[in-house]
């Protein structure tokens, strides 16, 4: 087994309804599992409890060297999107269909994959019409967005519901640092003014050696482990409120589809460990004090480095409108909304015409008031 491998959640997240037969999917409204033929209704269990259990972390260097347990890995197949590179899981009997992260075409794949298991979910809180309205709403607050992008997102097909594979990492650290403390005076200079001696305040810092320990736990660092989505929009739907987690069980993902971790674990915690960076260095200047901090060196020491492999809830749409893939990304839990701003060139040179008016309008009147 590679625990580093890229791979999707199980593809059996079908739930027969007892009464007709067909699929059960997650209601986000309700926290129940429902049928859209028959009516009938299954709550998630779990759900009802007032305690949930705490998500047990994974040894990050047991994974590293393969030594996770048996039961914290499986196989499962999953289709990749030959043109954005998304690895997405399809309903078995599905043989071909449009990739949701970009529309493109996408013939499902047989390949296999080893894969550690997701560990936590958080459930979606909204759903496709609430996630629809969220969206069109922030399109129609765009100045400069095609009229016709609107009427077609508005009017087009519905918003798949993804759950995005992510990475937590918790880790005890321990930093000596070097560096310099500031501390503000003034000296008081002359100077020549319009012919005239002034006396003025200049501002000056004094420097001091420092050093010392600074020490922080971290818990749950989240890293994307998806490269399908441009990162700068998924960065600016968190929050997110991981300590809503729940407890990994397929119930959730009914209805909905799971994109394969593409990021690999050590390189998640490369990028984890930049994020603690930043904050330790942080720390550091903290711990300086002074009215300003120099940092010449930090030396940390990383223990007791556990994971997560989650899933968080994404509505997303991606729309072909004149040639072109528009991609909208919905927090399935806040309806934070990001996405590919469009432009209209005709509102564009009119707001320009318009403004070339006023500005020739202003000054027409202002010649004629000399």
């Not at 970009?102 to 994959?113: Q, R």
Request: aromatic share 10%; with cysteine; hydrophobic share 40%.
């Amino acid at each position: 087994m590679t625990s580093d491998a890229a791979a999707a959640v199980p593809t059996d997240h079908r739930f027969p309804c007892p009464n007709c037969g067909a699929d059960y999917r997650f209601n986000p409204a309700t926290g129940e599992l429902v049928c859209d033929f028959c009516g009938n209704t299954e709550q998630v269990e779990g759900l009802t409890q007032s305690h949930v259990p705490a998500i047990r972390e994974l040894d990050f260097n047991a994974a590293l060297e393969a030594r996770l347990p048996e039961a914290e890995t499986e196989e499962s197949r999953v289709s990749k999107c030959p043109n954005c590179g998304a690895e997405v899981e399809f309903d078995p009997d599905i043989h071909a269909t449009e990739c949701p992260f970009c529309a493109t075409p996408v013939v499902t794949d047989t390949g296999v994959n080893r894969h550690i298991k997701p560990r936590g979910v958080l459930p979606f809180a909204l759903d496709e019409a609430a996630a629809r309205q969220a969206m069109t709403a922030w399109l129609g607050a765009l100045w400069f967005a095609p009229n016709g992008l609107t009427d077609y997102a508005r009017k087009g097909r519905r918003m798949q519901g993804i759950y995005v594979p992510y990475w937590t990492f918790d880790a005890d650290t321990a930093s000596r640092y070097t560096g310099a403390r500031g501390h503000i005076y003034y000296e008081t200079h002359t100077v020549m003014r319009d012919g005239k001696p002034q006396r003025v305040q200049v501002q000056k810092i004094r420097w001091s050696p420092a050093s010392g320990r600074v020490r922080r736990f971290f818990d749950d660092v989240l890293v994307l482990a998806s490269t399908s989505l441009p990162k700068r929009y998924t960065d600016a739907l968190e929050p997110w409120d991981l300590s809503a987690l729940e407890p990994y069980r397929p119930d959730f993902l009914a209805g909905f589809r799971a994109e394969a971790y593409q990021v690999e674990l050590r390189a998640g915690f490369d990028e984890a460990r930049q994020k603690m960076d930043r904050v330790i260095e942080r720390d550091v200047k903290f711990d300086i004090g002074g009215d300003a901090q120099q940092v010449h060196a930090i030396d940390t020491t990383v223990a007791d480095v556990t994971f997560k492999h989650v899933l968080l809830p994404v509505w997303l749409a991606a729309y072909r409108f004149r040639g072109k893939t528009y991609r909208f990304v919905v927090n399935g839990r806040t309806g934070r909304v990001q996405g590919e701003r469009p432009w209209s060139a005709w509102k564009i040179a009119f707001a320009v015409l318009l403004g070339l008016i006023v500005a020739g309008i202003v000054a027409f009147v202002t010649s004629q008031s000399g």
